[in-house]
């Protein structure tokens, strides 16, 4: 865990210290992509269960927050449809954004309990068309969420430092997950049903419980969104973001929780790049510039590249971090040195064996 909040620590610092605003903005929205990476692995990387969903409880909470704090005089007009409550008051910024994050959580629930009830397959093909269920009654919805239009007027307050917070105790509530006994027997579930069943484990509220887990801190990425960007659209939260997301995970690896910083790290890198080609790039007297729609080619191809040649992705399932472990190899006359044990730092698998002493 200190291994990968650490760097994104001195990220920030460096980045506020040193970099132009446009870097400071572009740390920021790299750190709300990993809450939302992260949200996803919580799920996905610990029951191997591929959700195409989870935007949907993003923009439940963006939209949550958006009626909570955004334009109180323009609310009666342009969103009728509201509840009184919400639509004559303006509420403050922190429990708006912890009712909007709980009230993803409690949607992540309700459809868990009908969509962890599937097969794997059958539970992927649901998150999607929950996804789809959201986004068709969101854009017709116009009473209350202004339809396929943009709410503006939010208060911008996802500033880098803010945002890192949120993303260290997004990698702080995974691992915490993933070394409990819930994470452990979901992973068993992940790797063989019939025999984590045989065990007394159950899938069922297993992946409920990370399911609902997942939706919090999805949410939560979704409220930094919507107070990065100050507008709300429908359109955000749909398949491009979605896809995004996935191919972070895809890249970096699902079944780490290392994974899924790398990930976000190599494609925002590669999405800043691809950008600014395809804007437009001055070499001497030449202007050369990347066709539109570059971008998601080269993503896409490097996605099949990363499927095809390392499909657990660049961690290959490993997490960073530091622990003691015995180097039999090296110290073979380990019984004249005493009982010290070497320490060593480096990639560790949660699901490797416990190697242990005599």
């Known amino acids: 865990m200190l291994a990968l909040s650490v ?65 109180q005089m323009l609310k009666p007009i342009t969103m009728s449809g509201l509840p009184a409550f919400l639509r004559d008051n303006t509420f403050p910024l922190l429990p708006a954004a912890i009712s909007s994050v709980a009230l993803a959580g409690l949607v992540a629930f309700l459809s868990g309990l009908i969509l962890m009830r599937l097969s794997a397959l059958g539970a992927s093909i649901s998150s999607l068309a929950l996804l789809f269920i959201l986004n068709v009654v969101y854009s017709n919805w116009e009473s209350v969420t202004m339809g396929t239009s943009t709410i503006v007027g939010l208060p911008i307050y996802s500033r880098p430092w803010i945002v890192l917070g949120c993303a260290i105790a997004a990698i702080v509530v995974a691992y915490l997950f993933q070394v409990s006994r819930w994470g452990l027997a979901l992973r068993a579930t992940r790797e063989d049903e019939v025999a984590a069943a045989a065990c007394g484990i159950s899938l069922y509220w297993t992946r409920l419980f990370a399911f609902t887990v997942s939706g919090l801190v999805a949410g939560m990425g979704g409220v930094l969104l919507a107070h990065f960007m100050g507008t709300v659209s429908i359109t955000s939260f749909y398949l491009s973001l979605t896809f995004l997301i996935v191919a972070m995970l895809v890249v970096g690896g699902m079944r780490s929780l290392a994974g899924a910083v790398v990930g976000v790290t190599v494609i925002s890198l590669v999405i800043d790049i691809l950008r600014r080609a395809e804007a437009g790039l001055s070499i001497g007297s030449m202007q050369l510039s990347l066709p539109p729609g570059t971008q998601e080619l080269i993503l896409a191809g490097i996605m099949l590249l990363i499927l095809i040649f390392r499909k657990d992705g660049i961690m290959g399932g490993r997490e960073f971090q530091w622990r003691t472990l015995p180097d039999q190899a090296i110290f073979q006359g380990e019984s004249s040195m005493g009982n010290q044990r070497p320490q060593r730092s480096g990639f560790v698998s949660l699901d490797e064996p416990t190697v242990k002493r005599s």
């Open 7 to 71: 760097p994104l620590l001195l990220l920030v610092f460096l980045a506020g210290q040193f970099a132009s605003a446009g870097v400071q903005r572009l740390v920021t929205e790299a750190l709300i992509r990993l809450v939302f990476a992260v949200g996803l692995y919580i799920f996905v990387g610990n029951s191997g269960v591929v959700s195409f969903g989870h935007m949907a409880f993003a923009a439940i909470a963006a939209y949550a927050t958006a009626w909570q704090t955004c334009c």
